[in-house]
Structure formats: structure tokens, C-alpha cells
């Protein structure tokens, strides 16, 4: 099934099973491993129905044009992690079909997904993941090494200083604060120049003006990197700071017994229901 040529990214009956084997899931190389979502422990799956229940989430039908940028609002178990692994190409739907900027990420075969992943994509995790052991500079010289590429140094220098972080260079994480690693980490997403950044929470442990700042970061490198934000959080201040925002569209998904389904949707049994997909 093709996307819609307009759409930036488009989800159309889109389903996944918790428990069992994940199909679509490789290995990640230790090296790659920072960067990418960590899905391993079914965090979507609601409490007392563990992944041996095959936890089925229903995903709303919905198209991002292009420009835009999308909240996932929705409670603790409703898919919003999920929803960035399938985005990212960690998981396979069960059902469905995901489209990418056109590219349908779920059909592309392993050695496709990373090349695809490494090239277009960055992600700012809620557990940073900076390796305790070695420096900033060699933290944002991993994403280059898992691919096969010489770290650009230039490149790191220049992200380092754009973000105001540049005198980190050679520290390690322990000596940095909460909102510094998190510039470390952003920084990290953007090396490549992604067509999309999705971040997991990146809220979620901030005081007030931390939340701020990191929220005033995240648009600003968005606008001057034309990259796409993706952003899943529960955190109701991530809506009133971004309520002015036209290109920021919320998609709110929620859980209903065995379903991802917005508001006031028909049961499970009923047809795909449409997307809870608003503006401001």
C-alpha cells in the first residue's frame, strides 16, 4: 500500500503484538546501541498482562504533512514508545502499513532498515545512554563508528558549540549535569543531519526551567535543521509551552482493553477507528 505522496509520515491500519519473538528485531551493536530506543522490556504492554498475554495495540489512522511535527500524548501503556520503534524500524508491525518520507520501513529487510535508520533518523532517549567510560567526543564519535564511517570531528566541534555545550568536549557523563547530557545527547541525534528526530520523554526528569530550556532546544533545532520532531510524552507542560505551534500536530492515543484507539472510538471489533489528529 503506498503512502500519500503529500504525507511525511502515514500510518494506516496499523497494529503489534507484545510477547513472543519480535519479528524485525536484529541484535544492535553495542557501539549503535546509544542511539536507539531501548524496547526491550514491553514497556507498552499494561500492568498484570505481561508479554506472554500477546498484548495487541490498535494504532489510529493518521498522515503528517510534510512540515509538520507530531506530539504522541497518551498515558504510561498506551503505545507512544512502541509507535517510535515501529517509526525507527526496531519492530515489525503485526499489521499494517508505516510509511517513512514514502519509504514503508516494516518492508525493507534488515541491512535496508539500519542504512535507512543511520541516514535519516536521530533519537534522544529518556535514559540518555552516554557510555560512563569514555569522553563527549568519543560518545558522538560511536554513531559514526557503528556505521562504518571516520567520526567527523568538525562535525561534533560545530554541534558541541551550536548547542553551547562546547567546552564538554572532553568530559565524561558523571561530571555533567542532567540538562548538559541531555545537549550531549541531542547533539548525538543530529550528527547526520536526520530527515526526522524522535524523542522518548525528554521532559520527563526536568524541573520547570530545565523543561524549558530543552523545549526552546528542541524548536529551535527543528526550524534550523529542518528536521522533523516526533516527541512521545504524557508531560502536560510540553502542551502549554508548543500551544502556539501551527506545524505541531497531537495525536493522542489511548488504551482501551486490547486497543490503541482515540476518544470515543468504536470497540475493537468495529472498523479502524479515525485518529484523535489536531492542531492548536
Same mark, same amino acid.
Given at each position: 500500500?503506498?503512502?500519500?505522496?503529500? *504525507?511525511?509520515?502515514? /500510518?494506516?491500519?496499523?497494529? #503489534?503484538?507484545?510477547?513472543?519473538?519480535?519479528? $524485525?528485531?536484529?541484535?544492535?551493536?553495542?557501539?549503535?546501541?546509544?542511539?536507539?530506543?531501548? &524496547?526491550?522490556?514491553?514497556?507498552?504492554?499494561?500492568?498484570?498482562? @505481561?508479554?506472554? !498475554?500477546? #498484548?495487541?495495540?490498535?494504532?489510529?489512522?493518521?498522515?503528517?504533512?510534510?512540515?509538520?511535527?507530531?506530539?504522541?500524548? $497518551?498515558?504510561?501503556?498506551?503505545?507512544?514508545?512502541?509507535?517510535?520503534?515501529?517509526? !525507527? @524500524?526496531?519492530?515489525?508491525?503485526?499489521?499494517?502499513?508505516?510509511?517513512?518520507?514514502?519509504?514503508?520501513?516494516?518492508?525493507?529487510?534488515?541491512?535496508?532498515?539500519? !542504512?535507512?535508520?543511520?541516514?535519516?533518523?536521530?533519537? +534522544?532517549?529518556?535514559?540518555?545512554?552516554?557510555?560512563?567510560?569514555?569522553?563527549?567526543?568519543?560518545?558522538?564519535?560511536?554513531?559514526? &563508528?557503528?556505521? $562504518?564511517?571516520?567520526?567527523?570531528?568538525?562535525?561534533?566541534?560545530?554541534?558541541? *558549540?551550536?548547542?553551547?555545550?562546547?567546552?564538554?568536549?572532553?568530559?565524561?557523563?558523571?561530571?555533567?549535569?542532567?540538562?548538559?547530557?541531555?545537549? &550531549?545527547?541531542?547533539?548525538?541525534?543530529?550528527?547526520?543531519?536526520?530527515?526526522?528526530?524522535?524523542?522518548?520523554?525528554?521532559?520527563?526528569?526536568?524541573? =520547570?526551567?530545565?523543561?524549558?530550556?530543552?523545549?526552546?532546544?528542541?524548536?529551535?533545532?527543528? =526550524?534550523?535543521?529542518?528536521?522533523?520532531? +516526533?516527541?512521545?510524552?504524557?508531560?502536560?507542560?510540553?502542551?502549554?509551552?508548543?500551544?502556539?505551534?501551527?506545524?505541531?500536530?497531537?495525536?493522542?492515543?489511548?488504551?482501551?482493553?486490547?486497543? +490503541?484507539?482515540?476518544? @470515543?472510538?468504536?470497540?475493537?471489533?468495529?472498523?479502524?477507528?479515525?485518529?484523535? #489528529? /489536531?492542531?492548536?
Amino acid at each position: 500500500m503506498a503512502s500519500t505522496d503529500a *504525507a511525511l509520515i502515514a /500510518s494506516h491500519g496499523l497494529r #503489534f503484538r507484545h510477547g513472543g519473538a519480535v519479528r $524485525g528485531r536484529r541484535p544492535v551493536a553495542a557501539a549503535e546501541a546509544p542511539s536507539l530506543p531501548d &524496547v526491550s522490556d514491553s514497556s507498552d504492554a499494561p500492568a498484570g498482562r @505481561g508479554s506472554s !498475554a500477546g #498484548f495487541l495495540l490498535r494504532f489510529p489512522d493518521f498522515e503528517l504533512p510534510r512540515g509538520g511535527h507530531l506530539l504522541l500524548r $497518551g498515558a504510561s501503556g498506551s503505545g507512544k514508545s512502541t509507535l517510535l520503534a515501529l517509526m !525507527a @524500524g526496531l519492530l515489525t508491525p503485526t499489521a499494517g502499513h508505516l510509511a517513512m518520507d514514502g519509504v514503508e520501513i516494516g518492508a525493507l529487510a534488515p541491512a535496508a532498515r539500519d !542504512a535507512w535508520r543511520g541516514a535519516h533518523l536521530g533519537f +534522544v532517549p529518556q535514559r540518555l545512554h552516554l557510555s560512563p567510560s569514555l569522553s563527549v567526543r568519543d560518545n558522538l564519535a560511536l554513531p559514526y &563508528v557503528a556505521a $562504518g564511517l571516520r567520526p567527523d570531528d568538525a562535525r561534533i566541534a560545530a554541534l558541541l *558549540a551550536e548547542l553551547g555545550i562546547a567546552q564538554l568536549l572532553d568530559r565524561r557523563p558523571h561530571a555533567l549535569s542532567q540538562g548538559q547530557a541531555q545537549r &550531549v545527547a541531542l547533539a548525538r541525534a543530529l550528527l547526520r543531519a536526520p530527515r526526522f528526530v524522535l524523542a522518548d520523554e525528554p521532559t520527563a526528569n526536568l524541573d =520547570d526551567e530545565a523543561c524549558d530550556a530543552t523545549l526552546a532546544l528542541l524548536r529551535r533545532v527543528a =526550524d534550523e535543521h529542518g528536521a522533523s520532531l +516526533v516527541i512521545a510524552s504524557h508531560d502536560a507542560r510540553i502542551e502549554a509551552a508548543w500551544a502556539d505551534w501551527a506545524a505541531l500536530q497531537r495525536l493522542k492515543l489511548a488504551r482501551e482493553g486490547s486497543a +490503541v484507539t482515540p476518544p @470515543g472510538s468504536p470497540s475493537p471489533t468495529s472498523p479502524p477507528p479515525s485518529p484523535s #489528529f /489536531s492542531n492548536p
